[in-house]
């Protein structure tokens, strides 16, 4: 395990650097997909990076990635990847946007990751191994007061408009500290939770071990706890039932 870690911080820095050698470039060319989000030549350039990095090293494993094709594989295990969460970000010079890494086998999670390269942080978790942020073990807030409790999200614009009515009134406080640093905000206890009405896999398969090892707790907003369930509550556990409830249908 302690390998399976290891080994994606390695290639999380090294797509870091990929992705920093374009970071805050007046040049830089922002295309748009199909669903209108940005993408440019570090998204792709960074998971081409991860992708033949986890090839070399596990050539039967499958890669799932935002930016490219999936990739089967035969060993039980996938790999996750987003080679920049926070691309508005990126593309703005705000330092907010992280690479995320997730490998599963048949048991289910294995190793999450983290990295924010514009801010130099990682945080990594492996199934029983713990998580940690920066080589310091990593621990939830333990926070039990929803009102003294602060929520991140990605951004308010994928909220139905019965819960972005629901976050408008809510007692506690909202910032949009989002896409994957929001997360890793929740994992190290500088934030009390993190949520997500709608977001895809490679969003959120770096969670439920993460969550888990850092004492929190990773969910749908139905409640279930698979990362391909499109919407996420991560928290440091005291809240979670609490949030739910509030943003219950």
């Not at 890669?63 to 035969?74: L, N, R």
């Not at 500290?177 to 977001?199: K, N, Q």
Request: aromatic share 8%.
């Amino acid at each position: 395990m302690q390998d399976l870690m290891e080994f994606a911080v390695d290639i999380a820095r090294d797509a870091g650097r990929v992705i920093l050698g374009h970071y805050r470039d007046s040049s830089l060319a922002v295309d748009h997909k199909a669903d209108d989000s940005p993408v440019t030549v570090a998204d792709r350039a960074a998971e081409t990076l991860l992708r033949q990095r986890i090839t070399a090293a596990f050539p039967d494993d499958a890669i799932v990635g935002e930016e490219h094709d999936d990739v089967p594989g035969t060993s039980g295990r996938t790999w996750y990847l987003d080679p920049i969460d926070g691309t508005k970000s990126f593309v703005h010079g705000v330092p907010l946007f992280t690479t995320l890494i997730a490998c599963d086998d048949a048991d289910g999670p294995l190793v999450g990751l983290i990295a924010a390269p514009a801010l130099e942080e990682i945080t990594v978790a492996g199934r029983g191994a713990g998580c940690f942020h920066q080589d310091a073990p990593a621990r939830v807030s333990q926070t039990t007061d929803l009102s003294r409790a602060y929520v991140m999200t990605s951004g308010f614009e994928w909220w139905p408009d019965h819960l972005r009515e629901r976050a408008a009134t809510s007692p506690f406080t909202m910032r949009t500290w989002g896409d994957g640093y929001g997360y890793s905000l929740v994992a190290t206890g500088r934030v009390e939770a993190m949520i997500d009405p709608e977001a895809a896999v490679w969003d959120l398969a770096p969670l439920p071990v993460i969550m888990t090892e850092a004492g929190g707790r990773f969910s749908s907003l139905d409640g279930g706890t698979s990362a391909h369930a499109q919407s996420a509550l991560a928290s440091n556990g005291h809240l979670h039932d609490a949030l739910l409830d509030y943003f219950a249908d």
